[in-house]
């Protein structure tokens, strides 16, 4: 139990629409990593915040969007939702700003299905 | 892009038996290499974090390798058990902030 928690656990939106997925690390937990997994793949970087302070971004289109609270939890807003946009989302938490060797703590991901 | 490669992507294993699989990934810039153990329906969990080059490292039956000057790591399973079956992921930290994910190692241990 890595006392990572997501919300909703699953969701099913149309194109176009707008989501926001939610996340809670775990406490003392600077960093927050967003991570995109379609089906079939391994887990995509989406970005990264350290204090409420975005810290690096993959390569994912402006429609991403992130937010990071000083309570440790935080957010992923999809914008104008396409199809290829199904799939797990996976935040993770982790103690320092970007280190190498830091582990990142899991949540257990909100499946998102647009129709 | 860095390609972060494991192989093979399932295997099924007979309970009891050893088993081993591969994750290459870029040997140059390395910075660390971690494994997560992924249950259906649960977190991915933290297995490993590697960094030195000859690293060896063990958690009970599970146990990996590292090669960074050619790109490689090496995950075994010992004895096999049903309760081992899952997804294993290998991650590249690039050095920039993020992880680099394989596609996983799907193993199914069969009773």
């Keep these: ?115 | 892009i860095l390609n972060v490669e494991q192989s093979p992507q399932s295997l099924h294993v007979q309970e009891g038996d050893s088993t081993n699989f591969t994750c290459s990934f870029p040997s140059s810039n390395f910075y660390a290499l971690h494994w997560y153990r992924w249950e259906t329906a649960k977190s991915p969990e933290a297995l490993f974090v590697m960094t030195l080059n000859g690293d060896e490292k063990k958690k009970g039956r599970i146990s990996a390798t590292l090669n960074t000057k050619e790109g490689y790591s090496y995950l075994y399973i010992k004895g096999s058990q049903p309760e081992d079956s899952a997804t294993y992921l290998c991650a590249f930290h690039q050095g920039n902030n993020r992880l680099a994910f394989g596609k996983g190692n799907q193993v199914v241990v069969i009773p």
């Design chain 1, 1 to 115: 139990e890595t006392g990572v928690t997501q919300s909703p656990t699953h969701l099913i939106k149309t194109r176009g629409q707008q989501v926001t997925l939610r996340c809670s690390s775990q406490s003392g937990h600077n960093t927050v990593s967003w991570y995109q997994q379609a089906l079939g793949q391994g887990p995509q970087f989406i970005f990264q915040y350290y204090r409420e302070e975005e810290n690096g971004r993959g390569n994912f289109p402006p429609r991403f969007s992130g937010l990071q609270f000083p309570n440790y939890s935080s957010e992923l807003n999809v914008n104008a939702l396409e199809l290829d946009d199904s799939a797990l989302y996976l935040c993770a938490s982790s103690l320092g700003r970007g280190v190498s060797t830091d582990t990142q703590y899991f949540g257990p991901g909100t499946r998102l299905t647009v129709l």
